[in-house]
């Protein structure tokens, strides 16, 4: 078993920055890639960036291609999300998953674990 734990989260104005960070332990050595999802009331779950922490690379959806920066630490198994020039649609619970990627890295069922979330308001 993975658990993930997200923080980082908060409440910022519009243009500010934040940086999210997801700690994993537990059987950590079965995990081939990291992301970042998000979703806002009434929206499907979206990914934002992963990280293929096999080869160091990260992967960016639409949402979080320009603005965000997803980074890997091996020794702290802990993955980070830079999110700058923040908008008020950027507001949404975002959620920390892990797993052995059959799949592309940016859908939903190529993770196993999923962290509780850490909310993320973005005021106009």
């Known amino acids: 078993q993975v658990q993930l734990v997200e923080s980082g989260g908060g409440t910022v104005q519009a243009g500010g920055s934040l940086r999210l960070s997801c700690k994993a332990s537990g059987y950590t050595s079965s995990i081939d890639c990291m992301a970042w999802f998000r979703q806002a009331p009434g929206k499907e779950r979206e990914g934002v960036a992963a990280?293929?922490?096999?080869?160091?690379?990260?992967y960016y959806g639409d949402s979080g291609k320009g603005r965000f920066t997803s980074s890997h630490d091996n020794t702290k198994n802990t993955l980070y999300l830079q999110m700058n020039s923040l908008k008020p649609e950027d507001t949404a619970m975002y959620y920390c998953?892990?797993?052995?990627?059959?799949?592309?890295?940016?859908?939903?069922?190529?993770?196993?674990?999923w962290g509780q979330g850490t909310q993320v308001t973005v005021s106009a």
């Open positions: 998953a892990a797993g052995g990627c059959p799949g592309p890295l940016l859908e939903l069922g190529s993770y196993n674990y």
């Open positions: 990280f293929d922490t096999e080869i160091g690379r990260p």
